[in-house]
């Protein structure tokens, strides 16, 4: 058994008090619709509510894989509901979101494995709210033909930022994300950076899951090889004692370190930190790289 460790003092953070996120709360339950900021109680919810930033998860909260570091349920999800990209244009444009991120558990059940919903919700969103960014951060397609499908239908209504997270070093792929295959990620964002090549594409990493600092950086290197043009580093903190155990708390200056090997390799945006998630600070991240 690993032992549990204790959270060091940078990982915990202020909750500030207010009402705006209570609010923004309010109407996510009245449109019935599920963002990753509250599922997976992310730290830095009530900083990114205020700026304008949420992450919504599409196609349900059932996936078809398990990854040992994810809290999402397991099992077969429910088919696609026609009216959810309706009813999150209508919360999008309801809260006055200027950014968000649209997300979806895996839907290997699916022959284009949700693109054609990802679409749909991008048209929608664009049709009630025209100046609000939209990234979306996807699941990888796998399967036969499928990423080719995938890619076929983004096309129809590119967002303006395309994420997909490669999760961790290659080697702790068969333990913490069975079911994925670390090439397979790194070849979709390559083709989709080569279709379109005025959108930004994205991905990221978590730390504490028993990687090495090596690892890391050669896992840099292959997503700029691959045409990357963003990354996020974050700490993997555990859900409950049934998930993958944090086996180290990388520290803050090493999160630093990193962010400047990613710079030195020519991403054009790092955020590295203790607390970075995939899309924290998309926003201003996205602003910088002349997106929003
Ligand atoms: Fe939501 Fe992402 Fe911000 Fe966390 S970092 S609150 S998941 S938008
Ligand atoms: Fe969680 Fe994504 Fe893995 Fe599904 S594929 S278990 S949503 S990390």
């Given amino acids: 058994d690993v032992p549990v460790l204790r959270k060091p003092s940078w990982i915990r953070v202020r909750i500030p ?16 619709l599920v963002t990753v900021c509250e599922e997976a109680s992310c730290p830095n919810i009530h900083e990114c509510f205020g700026h304008g930033t949420a992450t919504f998860m599409i196609l349900g909260e059932v996936c078809t894989r398990r990854c040992s570091f994810c809290d999402v349920a ?17 919360t999008v444009a309801d809260m006055g ?35 609000t960014k939209i990234e979306i951060l996807t699941p990888d397609f796998r399967g036969r033909g499928r990423m080719e499908r995938a890619l076929e239908i983004l096309a129809t209504n590119p967002p303006d930022v395309f994420n997909h997270n490669v999760e961790t070093v290659p ?45 890391v950086q050669a896992t840099l290197r ?5 045409d990357v043009d963003m990354i996020t580093i974050g700490q993997y903190l555990q859900p409950s004692a049934h998930h993958h155990p944090v086996l180290r708390y990388w520290t803050p200056e ?33 602003m910088e790289a002349g997106v929003a």
């Fill in 254 to 286: 090493e999160f630093k370190e990193l962010e400047e090997y990613g710079l030195s390799l020519g991403f054009s945006h790092v955020a590295s930190g203790p607390l970075v998630r995939s899309s924290y600070h998309a926003d201003r991240s996205a």
């Fill in 74 to 90: 397991h099992g077969r999800p429910k088919p696609p509901d026609p009216e959810e990209p309706r009813h999150l244009a209508d």
């Fill in 17 to 32: 008090s207010g009402n705006a996120v209570a609010k923004l709360k309010e109407k996510l339950r009245e449109n019935r």
């Fill in 97 to 131: 979101l200027r950014y968000v991120v649209v997300t979806s558990v895996d839907r290997d059940d699916l022959r284009d494995g949700g693109a054609q919903h990802f679409v749909d919700c991008i048209a929608a969103i664009r049709d009630k709210a025209p100046n």
């Fill in 171 to 215: 080697d702790l792929y068969r333990n913490v994300r069975p079911g994925a295959d670390y090439q397979w990620s790194l070849t979709l964002l390559q083709k989709f950076k080569a279709q379109h090549p005025e959108v930004v594409t994205k991905s990221g990493i978590m730390l504490g899951l028993g990687e090495t600092m090596e690892q």
């Fill in 222 to 226: 292959d997503l700029r090889a691959h």
